[in-house]
């Protein structure tokens, strides 16, 4: 299994402001998976983060509103850039680990 | 990645069998079919996976039909606690690869009753 740590795991924010989300794995991992998930929907992958290279993001998400940061191969940030009320949702980080992926309990993010 | 369909909501009673049905028409020969489980305010966790006949596990049975065009999780004598959404994934689940990215559908939203 994968332990996966989120912080923080919930925050209310001014809109224009941004917001950093940090991702901690209790052990080494290629890629992290950073997922949006709003009211009542499904999952929405927004990009998988590599270490040692840039994130490869899905269509519709863009670096400039939320860039990832990738250090090392247990540890990644996701920032919510310039937010407005319509980012309100719940951000989780993923793993793979064998044929499983992993979860963390995600960051309630509430823009005002 | 396979596109997967399947039901929105359902609706059942403690103690009775749940089956949910799964189509995903364009599996790919290395896809392997897993479920996972949503409760409200946590992350999704793996239930089951499999790649075809019938695989059980202490949670949950899946199967899947020879041409593996579709899947049905079954969850024997459910309880109130069995309420959650349920999310059925296709995909080649090889570590490390691109291909290991998880792409979502829209889940089935279960709702058990007392």
């Known amino acids: 299994s994968a332990v996966i740590s989120q912080k923080p795991s919930r925050d209310i924010c001014q809109r224009g402001t941004s917001l950093t989300i940090q991702c901690q794995v209790d052990?080494?991992?290629?890629?992290m998976f950073w997922y949006r998930q709003q009211p009542g929907q499904s999952l929405t992958l927004i990009a998988t983060?590599?270490?040692?290279?840039?994130?490869?993001?899905e269509s519709g998400f863009v670096i400039d509103k939320f860039p990832i940061s990738r250090p090392n191969l247990t540890f990644s940030t996701l920032t919510v850039s310039n937010m407005s009320p319509e980012d309100s949702s719940i951000y989780l980080c993923?793993?793979?680990?064998?044929?499983?992926?992993?979860f963390g309990q995600g960051t309630r993010l509430t823009v005002v | 990645l396979a596109k997967t369909t399947q039901p929105i909501s359902m609706d059942s009673y403690e103690g009775q069998e749940v089956n949910i049905t799964c189509s995903h028409n364009?599996?790919?020969?290395?896809?392997?079919i897993t479920w996972y489980q949503q409760f409200p305010s946590q992350g999704p966790r793996f239930i089951i996976q499999?790649?075809?006949t019938k695989v059980t596990n202490e949670v949950a049975s899946l199967f899947i039909p020879a041409d593996r065009k579709s899947s049905t999780l079954s969850l024997p004598r459910v309880s109130l606690s069995d309420t959650a959404v349920y999310y059925c994934?296709?995909?080649?689940?090889?570590?490390?690869?691109?291909?290991?990215?998880?792409?979502f559908g829209s889940g089935t939203r279960l709702s058990i009753r007392p």
């Open positions: 983060a590599n270490q040692g290279s840039e994130a490869t993001y």
């Open positions: 499999g790649y075809k």
């Open positions: 994934l296709v995909g080649d689940p090889r570590r490390d690869s691109s291909a290991s990215k998880i792409i």
């Open positions: 052990s080494q991992v290629t890629m």
């Open positions: 993923s793993v793979a680990r064998g044929t499983e992926a992993f």
């Open positions: 364009n599996i790919a020969t290395n896809d392997y």
